[in-house]
């Protein structure tokens, strides 16, 4: 019974009461996070990132195997005695990897915090890559890997990054490809591990049953014995390629799957909030955005058809996609060349500008909805510099935005001659 209650309290969802107020907590050796206190549930949730994440790699795919590995053995305790500890404790611990970072997550009761954060501070600091869980994790990556190049999004994403970034690092897929993976050396795991998990690329974000003193002294004992510095590493400032081209990977399908985009904007771009606020309502809303309208909605042309805005650390991207019948999958590119280009050249209405801010303002406290998903906010707060009073402000940004801006960055970023588009399937007519 107390392991059924122990469950269910971790799997609690519900955000802190009030507003969320993020303090800026330091240890006595200088390792900052940023913390929201909520003390209505025993539990301690942290978010980690370092910066330099698949970018920086050398080998792709090495820090998405250095980041299925950190929780598979580490100091004292081997693969099975580490998870069994964790899963005893009914502590959550799990690291992924993307293009930029390399993210660390934890998620404990307050009575078991201690050796959750023991736990964690071996994953990262004494990983053991054993060889039984290195084959086996490498085993099951080939085998993900075997299934997604089965599977059409997959492919189509796959292709246009390397048709857009050529011969930069975000043309390779984080995952890797079975080559690369195979090609992965122990050696390779333990100096990425020692050369990324940095405290300088280090940003931590910490939401529960903590106050700024008791984190303290947890901080220094989690992570004072991580590298002060990272390996040097340079990742060259890049836009996509090839505008324009539409390349089609033939297979024998029903339907055709369609990945298209261009460049974008970066996060820190002033008319970043006018971008966000026209993507949704060009192809970022679901039901309530034009593509959606014009695609799906007035001519059933396709279940699904989005776009999305992607800022990288080195690039930002417009991006977005589409599946439908091959005999119709021209039609659908038209269509939403043409809603680029009445985007491009009208703006929104009045009306239009009106709902998305209201949406996209009144939809935001729902991301704020569990202990986890704060402390991720927290993080992304810190690698995207948006401030310490970003929760307080980001509301108000989007709320300024007014018509004249979102006409201004329609006009500065949508060329549907531009879209690159990769099409998986036997399309007619392209």
Same mark, same amino acid.
């Given at each position: 019974?107390?392991?059924?209650?122990?469950?269910?309290?971790?799997?609690?969802?519900?955000?802190?009461?009030?507003?969320?107020?993020?303090?800026?907590?330091?240890?006595?050796?200088? *390792?900052?996070? /940023?913390?929201?206190?909520?003390?209505?549930?025993?539990?301690?949730?942290?978010?980690?990132?370092?910066?330099?994440?698949? &970018?920086?790699?050398?080998?792709?795919?090495?820090?998405?195997?250095?980041?299925?590995?950190?929780?598979?053995?580490?100091?004292?305790?081997?693969?099975?005695?580490?998870?069994?500890?964790?899963?005893?404790?009914?502590?959550?611990?799990?690291?992924?990897?993307?293009?930029?970072?390399?993210?660390?997550?934890?998620?404990?009761?307050?009575?078991?915090?201690?050796?959750?954060?023991?736990?964690?501070?071996?994953?990262?600091?004494?990983?053991?890559?054993?060889?039984?869980?290195?084959?086996?994790?490498?085993?099951?990556?080939?085998?993900?890997?075997?299934?997604?190049?089965?599977?059409?999004?997959?492919?189509?994403?796959?292709?246009?990054?390397?048709?857009?970034?050529?011969?930069?690092?975000?043309?390779?897929?984080?995952?890797?490809? !079975? %080559?690369?993976?195979?090609?992965?050396?122990?050696?390779?795991?333990?100096?990425?591990?020692?050369?990324?998990?940095?405290?300088?690329?280090?940003?931590?974000?910490?939401?529960?049953?903590?106050?700024?003193?008791?984190?303290?002294?947890?901080?220094?004992?989690?992570?004072?014995?991580?590298?002060?510095?990272?390996?040097?590493?340079?990742? &060259?400032?890049?836009?996509?390629?090839?505008?324009?081209?539409?390349?089609?990977?033939?297979?024998?399908? !029903?339907?055709?799957?369609?990945?298209?985009?261009?460049?974008?904007?970066?996060?820190?771009?002033?008319?970043?909030?006018?971008?966000?606020?026209?993507?949704?309502?060009?192809?970022?809303?679901?039901?309530?955005?034009?593509?959606? %309208?014009?695609?799906?909605?007035?001519?059933?042309?396709?279940?699904?058809?989005?776009?999305?805005?992607?800022?990288?650390?080195?690039?930002?991207?417009?991006?977005?996609?589409?599946?439908?019948?091959?005999?119709?999958?021209?039609?659908?590119?038209?269509? *939403?060349?043409?809603? /680029?280009?009445?985007?491009?050249?009208?703006?929104?209405?009045?009306?239009?500008?009106?709902?998305?801010?209201?949406?996209?303002?009144?939809?935001?406290?729902?991301?704020?909805?569990?202990?986890?998903? *704060?402390?991720?906010?927290?993080?992304?707060?810190?690698?995207?510099?948006?401030? *310490?009073?970003?929760?307080?402000?980001?509301?108000?940004?989007?709320?300024?935005?007014?018509?004249?801006?979102?006409?201004?960055?329609?006009?500065?970023?949508?060329?549907?001659?531009?879209?690159?588009?990769?099409?998986?399937?036997?399309?007619?007519?392209?």
């Amino acid at each position: 019974m107390r392991r059924l209650v122990v469950l269910l309290l971790l799997l609690v969802t519900a955000a802190p009461a009030g507003a969320v107020t993020v303090e800026r907590v330091v240890s006595p050796k200088g *390792i900052e996070a /940023w913390l929201v206190q909520d003390h209505a549930n025993p539990i301690i949730a942290v978010n980690v990132a370092f910066r330099g994440g698949a &970018a920086v790699e050398g080998k792709p795919g090495l820090a998405n195997i250095v980041a299925s590995l950190l929780d598979e053995g580490a100091g004292p305790y081997d693969s099975q005695a580490f998870q069994g500890k964790l899963e005893d404790l009914a502590i959550e611990l799990s690291f992924d990897a993307g293009r930029d970072a390399v993210h660390g997550h934890l998620k404990t009761l307050t009575e078991n915090r201690d050796t959750a954060f023991e736990m964690f501070r071996l994953a990262l600091t004494q990983p053991r890559f054993d060889k039984e869980p290195v084959e086996r994790i490498r085993s099951q990556i080939l085998t993900m890997l075997a299934r997604e190049m089965q599977t059409p999004e997959v492919v189509a994403s796959r292709a246009w990054f390397r048709l857009a970034f050529a011969n930069h690092p975000y043309a390779n897929p984080p995952r890797g490809t !079975p %080559e690369t993976v195979k090609a992965v050396t122990v050696p390779d795991l333990k100096a990425f591990t020692a050369g990324r998990l940095a405290r300088e690329a280090m940003v931590v974000g910490v939401v529960g049953d903590i106050t700024p003193e008791q984190l303290k002294p947890i901080l220094d004992a989690t992570f004072a014995a991580l590298p002060a510095k990272a390996a040097a590493a340079v990742v &060259a400032e890049t836009a996509p390629k090839a505008p324009g081209r539409v390349e089609v990977i033939e297979r024998d399908n !029903p339907q055709s799957v369609a990945v298209f985009g261009q460049a974008g904007i970066k996060r820190n771009d002033p008319d970043w909030y006018a971008a966000y606020v026209m993507n949704y309502i060009l192809g970022g809303g679901g039901f309530s955005s034009r593509l959606t %309208e014009e695609v799906r909605e007035k001519r059933g042309l396709a279940y699904s058809v989005y776009s999305y805005l992607q800022p990288y650390d080195h690039a930002g991207l417009l991006v977005g996609g589409v599946a439908t019948e091959n005999a119709r999958l021209s039609e659908s590119l038209d269509l *939403i060349r043409g809603e /680029w280009s009445r985007m491009r050249n009208e703006g929104p209405s009045v009306e239009e500008l009106a709902n998305a801010k209201t949406y996209l303002t009144g939809s935001f406290p729902l991301s704020l909805d569990s202990t986890a998903s *704060i402390a991720g906010l927290l993080v992304s707060m810190q690698l995207e510099h948006l401030g *310490i009073d970003y929760l307080d402000k980001r509301n108000g940004f989007i709320a300024a935005v007014q018509l004249p801006d979102v006409k201004r960055a329609a006009a500065r970023l949508l060329d549907p001659a531009a879209l690159t588009v990769v099409v998986v399937g036997k399309p007619r007519g392209l």
